[in-house]
Structure formats: C-alpha cells, structure tokens
C-alpha cells in the first residue's frame, strides 16, 4: 500500500534533502521572515486566527456569489458536526471577526495586523493553483483615509523587492462604492441580456445575481462576446467620492515611486470590496494568476454583523512567490549552514561529547554522534549532514577538556580547549551565527 498527500497540496523537505525551490521548507521560511520584518517595521501587529471557521462566516464575508463559496469550499465532517465547519479559504474575514469578537476596538486605531497560515479551496489544480496553499496577510482596521490603501500597497511592493522580484507589476484600479456597482451591474445587464443564450451556463446564472463575475469568466464563449461587445469600464462608473478616493491614493503612490498600472478591468473574486482593489502580477507564474491581490473592504464589518468599520488590506500567494523566485532564479540555495557536528571515538568518551553539545547550543548549532565511531567516520557523516566543523574527543583528549577540532571547508585542524570552542568558531554568546 502507498498513501500519498491529497491532490493540491504539498510537502516542504528539510536543506538537507537538497529539494527544488518549489519544495524548500527553508526558502518558504525565509519568504515569512522577510515579509513579517517589513510588517513588523510598519508597525503591524501580528496576530493567528483558526482554520477552522464557521460556514457563515464565508457566506458573509466572502459572499454568496463568489466563487469560493459557490464551488470552492472545504466542508469539515465530525461526529455530531451539521455542516457548521469550513477550513478557511481565505484571512480577511477571519481576521475582522476577531477584532470584533476580540474588542480590539479598544485599540489605537488605525490598527495594522498581520498574519500568515494555510488556506484552503476546492480548485481545479494546476501549476500555481493549490488545494492548501499559504497567504501572508496584511489588514488595516479602522480608517477610511486613502493613506492606508497606499501604505498597503506600498509594504506588498516592498516585500517582493526585499524577496528580491525584479518582473512583478502592481495593478491598481477601484471597483467603487456599493452605488456605482449597481448602476454598473444594470449597464452590464441591459448590454448582456439581449445575447444572453450566447454566455456560458455559469454566466447566464451570474446576469442576475453578479454580472461583474462575467468579465472575470475564463470560459471562451464569455470571452469572444465580451470582446465583441466591448464593455465600458467600471472606472467610467466611480461617483465622485469613489474617483477622488483612487485619485488620491494613485497620488501617493506616484509621489513614493511606487511603479503601478491603472487598470480597469480589475474586479476582484470575493464579494466584500468597495473602492480600491489591486493585484500583483507577474509574468513567469502566468497572466491568469496572481502572486497576491487586496483592497478596500468598508461594508465587511457590517456584513458580518458588527459595526461599521473601515478596512483595506492584502493577501500573498507564498506558493505563488516560491515559483516567482524560481522563474526568476532568485533563489539563493540554502547555505547547510556552519554546524559543529561532536562525536567520541570510544565509549569512554561519550558523556563529554553529551556535556559539551548541550552547553554549546545555546550559542549555535551542535549536533553529536549517538555512537562512538573512528574518526573517518564521523567525519565522513558530518559532511553528509552539512556541516562546517567536526569536533572530536577520544583517548587522547579524555580527561584533558581538550577537543581536536577540524574546518571541514578548509582541512585545517587543532586542538583547542572546550571552554575556547564557541570562541574560536566565531560563535558570540547570546548569538547563533551557525544557521
Ligand atoms: P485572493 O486574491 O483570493 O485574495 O488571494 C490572494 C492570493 O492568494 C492570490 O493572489 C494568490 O497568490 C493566492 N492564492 C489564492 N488562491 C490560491 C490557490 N488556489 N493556490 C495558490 N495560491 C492561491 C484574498 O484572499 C483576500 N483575502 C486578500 C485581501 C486581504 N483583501 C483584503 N485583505
């Protein structure tokens, strides 16, 4: 019998497995890292909400029409359950539940949360298009300003220019107050209608519930007559309020140099935005994909019960920017590190090799043989196991506290005193400079 991992979704390997960029535990952490440290220095607080959510908080949040919910999502079963779990298929609304289930309305406002776990979608898979995939999640709470979407914007663009992702361009467009999505949606309607056997199923179903989905469609049918038709844009529909608020935003992204397009065939997959929406996108992972998306959600609190509330915000596709980063070769290969690995060469010399692995972890990282081996083989396993020094004490150091030390990039060896150890490998105390 083999089991093997469910459709869409993936297993990240450990350095020493050497996996593909696409695989690697080590580049996804260091992708969390680099985003958290440019959250963290813009003053977002980090916060973790569950997995598991309840199926309203989607319908709400996400929205009826979305596709996500129509097709996309993952029911939990469990022995006395009624189809009341999901596995969240996304962060924002669990994100504006918390802070109204957690009152942190008693907070500063503007509040910056960040966050960043898996995410879950029934999709049909294909590259860059995963079951469980991961987001990193940025949210703004409580200010209506045009200041907070830039600042958004400008921290998602300055976490792939940390990531080092010289091809991704930001899309920039609004997709309006609830008002001028109504009267946009009748445009739509009246243009649509009269050659509506043309649409695909799924289209002549979105006429009356979401007729911007349409423009969205990958379906060819929606396409070619959408191309013939030539809609007008929701851009052409902004109220006054709604222009002004994408003017100013657009303002300071131009006064930071913040390089964007404007675009306005942007409409988003989740039901919740209001005003301005964009995306990021980048040529190596494909036109239809995105490396992440986000906008401005006012209404969202209200949809899910609370008081009105201002948001705007962003999600990144880690798995997206894993390929990216592949595409662009950007990679960097994961250094094995400076490890110390110990070992003894006979048995009597074991607890020293014990004592003084576990004293020098807590200055970088010691691994140690569990048997005594000759020399050669410690060594030859400490280069399997990547890495920098091997350590060893036997006969001739027992009893002296003295280690025979060998640079394995090098060759070169010594001998040196236990307690000069850390010293001599460059480690500081209170410092892991090993890994
Ligand atoms: P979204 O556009 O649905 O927005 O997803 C954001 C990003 O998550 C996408 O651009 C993509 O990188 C990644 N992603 C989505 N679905 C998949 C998938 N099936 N496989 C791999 N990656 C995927 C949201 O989720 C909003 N909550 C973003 C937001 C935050 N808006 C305001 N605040």
Redesign the pocket.
């Known amino acids: 019998m083999s089991i093997s991992r469910p459709k869409g979704t993936m297993d990240l390997l450990p350095p020493l497995a050497r996996p593909g960029p696409l695989q690697s535990q080590a580049a996804f952490s260091r992708i969390l890292h680099s985003a958290g440290q440019v959250l963290n220095r813009a003053g977002a607080q980090a916060i973790a909400t569950p997995i598991l959510e309840s199926r309203q908080l989607a319908e709400h949040g996400v929205g009826q029409s979305s596709d996500i919910v129509l097709k996309e999502m993952f029911e939990v079963r469990y022995q006395g359950g009624h189809g009341d779990l999901i596995l969240r298929p ?3 609304a669990s994100v504006v539940r918390a802070y109204l289930e957690n009152g942190l309305k008693q907070l500063p406002a503007p509040l910056k949360l960040w966050t960043s776990g898996p ?1 879950f ?1 029934a ?1 049909n898979v294909q590259k ?4 469980q ?1 991961h ?1 990193i ?1 940025y ?1 703004v709470l409580g200010s209506d300003q045009p200041l907070a979407d830039a600042e958004a914007i400008d921290l998602m663009w300055s976490v792939v220019q940390v990531l080092g992702l010289g091809q991704a361009h930001l899309k920039v467009g609004s997709v309006g107050d609830p008002a001028d999505r109504e009267r946009y949606r009748a445009y739509l309607r009246e243009l649509l209608s009269p050659a509506q056997e043309r649409l695909s199923p799924d289209s002549r179903r979105r006429l009356e519930v979401n007729p911007l989905r349409i423009l969205d469609s990958k379906a060819p049918a929606d396409q070619e007559l959408l191309s013939e038709l030539a809609p007008q844009n929701l851009l052409d529909f902004l109220g006054e309020e709604a222009r002004e608020h994408l003017d100013a935003v657009t303002g300071y992204l131009d006064s930071w140099g913040v390089p964007y397009q404007l675009d306005p065939s942007i409409v ?3 039901d919740y935005y209001q005003r301005t929406a964009w ?1 990021l996108h980048h040529g190596g992972i494909g036109a239809k ?7 401005r ?1 006012d209404g969202l609190s209200e949809l899910l019960g609370g008081k009105a509330l201002s948001g ?6 880690v ?2 920017l894993l390929l990216a980063l592949q595409e662009e070769q950007s990679l960097q290969e994961p250094e094995l590190g400076s490890a110390l690995y110990l070992g003894a060469l006979t048995e009597a010399e074991q607890p020293a090799v014990l004592a003084l692995a576990r004293e020098l972890r807590a200055l970088g990282t010691t691994e140690f043989a569990y048997r005594p081996r000759p020399a050669a083989t410690h060594q030859r396993e400490a280069l399997r196991r990547g890495a920098r020094w091997l350590g060893l004490i036997g006969p001739e150091e027992r009893g002296s506290g003295r280690v025979s030390l060998k640079d394995l990039a090098s060759g070169e060896r010594w001998e040196t005193g236990a307690a000069q150890l850390a010293a001599q490998l460059g480690w500081a105390a209170g410092r892991d400079t090993s890994r």
């Open positions: 996304e962060g924002t995410m979608r999709e860059g298009r995963l079951r995939f987001q999640d949210e988003r997959g989740l995306e994909s995105a490396l992440g998306g986000g906008g959600y705007v915000g962003w999600a990144l596709g798995e997206r």
